[in-house]
């Protein structure tokens, strides 16, 4: 049982006692360095404001304003930021790597990002997120991006005694290429925690909407209609198509009727449904959101980032599941990809595995959008590369994919935090036991089932030739494309 803390002080987390008189003396040394930084700021408020690299104090989102002392700016690439440095610092920072891809950014997305994740400020940790420079899809700039913040902080701040990644969902790739790409300078990152992270990179991680992208056609024929121009399905949608979100929604609903009441289906609507869900193995739930993700996330890739060239491909697949697999093989549309797309889209996004630093992944075992199965993915892509033992991974009976319990995020980070500076690797029931302490604190409950391991990635996304090896990318594939010109998705 622990004795609640009054509001006063930040709650200390159990695994963060008995600091040694060096490290409270660095602490001084730097809460001295940030009230001077502080004072410089007010003392020069018009420069600040006319060099928006330079963070400027600015609003804290709803919850901190009494906590923390928050910055925004934009950087020289065009990337928003926003910065927390809580009142009782510990010193350390949590970079947080956002998911998506969405098609557009501004200044209020990092701000949003750190409300939504401000338990980690109040765990007394600095925390600082960038936009990233431009929409759309693009792993390698989004992981400079991310970096380009860390260094921010550093030259305003003064360099943290413990940095560390943090990245969600689609930013769980991008964080683990920051750690891939920079991780290994010299105090740049002490760990990487990855909450339902989308694990298995572009060149495969995609496959699954694919499939639906093909599987949805052969049964509804309205995406495109007979009527409307014709188009491969591997673009998602054509470079200049004007559909919208709402009407890929209804052109779901209008061959499946998925939002309507069984009972107010047809027949065909209901025998479409059913060969759909069990054919690509996906949720009923988010069968809208993986469509809207086969079309326009698809569409953003071929026509924007790869100049019309396919990266996809599912030739050699044999679809099952349906009351009639021998005509869905067919009748579904095939394709092969252009090699020179592949190429560029794996050297964008997929990893190497090559991590030497601790890595705690946290996932929701009923995650709709990101399957648990990218765990094993990652898994076999840090065991290939022989860096297996630099990962643990936790899974939680949780069913939604856009946010964990505050307490095992508060949780989650303690440990790593452990981990970095003891070098004791905890293990999944060690990390179970001690959720407690924080949901005592926060009271969000903790679900973690220690005892969970995920099925492999092909039991869940078929896969294509080849696709059984991890890592997806090998370092020395990595290095060689890098000699390249031009090589990969343009910033």
Excluded at 223 to 233: D, F, M, W
Excluded at 412 to 432: E, F, N
Aim: proline share 7%; with cysteine.
């Amino acid at each position: 049982m622990t004795t609640p803390v009054p509001p006063t002080f930040r709650p200390i987390s159990p695994t963060r006692v008995l600091r040694s008189t060096a490290r409270r003396t660095r602490r001084a040394a730097m809460a001295a360095a940030l009230t001077v930084t502080l004072l410089h700021t007010l003392g020069v408020a018009t420069t600040a404001s006319a060099d928006t690299t330079v963070p400027a104090v600015a609003a804290c989102p709803p919850g901190l304003v009494e906590k923390a002392t928050c910055y925004t700016g934009r950087d020289t690439n065009g990337a928003y930021y926003t910065m927390a440095v809580p009142k009782h610092w510990n010193g350390s920072l949590v970079v947080h790597a956002h998911g998506g891809p969405d098609f557009s950014y501004d200044s209020s997305t990092p701000t949003e990002d750190l409300q939504r994740w401000a338990v980690m400020v109040d765990e007394g940790y600095a925390w600082a997120a960038s936009s990233y420079r431009r929409g759309g899809y693009g792993v390698r700039m989004a992981a400079a991006d991310t970096e380009n913040v860390r260094r921010l902080f550093v030259d305003r701040f003064g360099r943290p005694e413990r940095t560390y990644l943090h990245g969600q969902s689609w930013g769980g790739n991008v964080a683990a290429k920051v750690a891939e790409t920079y991780g290994r300078q010299y105090g740049a990152y002490d760990g990487v925690l990855l909450t339902n992270g989308f694990l298995a990179g572009g060149s495969r991680g995609y496959d699954a909407r694919v499939d639906l992208r093909v599987v949805y056609q052969y049964y509804c024929r309205n995406l495109p209609r007979p009527t409307e121009p014709q188009y491969p399905l591997w673009q998602g949608l054509p470079a200049d198509s004007t559909i919208t979100p709402g009407e890929v929604r209804a052109r779901l609903q209008e061959c499946t009727g998925i939002g309507s009441a069984p009972q107010d289906r047809t027949a065909l609507q209901q025998r479409h449904l059913e060969d759909i869900l069990a054919v690509t193995r996906l949720p009923q739930r988010s069968l809208d959101e993986h469509l809207q993700y086969a079309t326009f996330l698809l569409q953003d890739i071929v026509t924007k980032r790869l100049d019309g060239r396919n990266p996809f491909s599912n030739e050699g697949v044999r679809y099952d599941g349906s009351h009639n697999d021998k005509g869905l093989n067919a009748g579904v549309a095939r394709f092969s990809a252009d090699p020179t797309a592949r190429r560029d889209l794996s050297y964008d996004s997929d990893l190497t595995g090559q991590v030497t630093l601790p890595v705690l992944t946290v996932h929701g075992i009923h995650d709709p959008q990101v399957f648990v199965e990218y765990e094993a993915a990652y898994r076999a892509t840090l065991r290939g590369a022989g860096q297996g033992g630099h990962l643990v991974q936790t899974f939680t009976t949780e069913t939604e994919h856009g946010e964990l319990s505050r307490a095992e995020y508060a949780n989650s980070l303690a440990t790593l935090d452990t981990w970095s500076r003891t070098g004791r690797k905890p293990t999944p029931a060690s990390i179970a036991r001690s959720c407690g302490v924080f949901d005592h604190i926060y009271g969000a409950g903790c679900f973690y089932d220690p005892q969970f391991q995920p099925a492999p990635y092909a039991t869940k996304v078929r896969p294509r030739p080849g696709g059984l090896r991890w890592p997806a990318m090998a370092v020395a594939q990595e290095r060689a494309w890098s000699r390249i010109e031009g090589v990969g998705i343009a910033p």
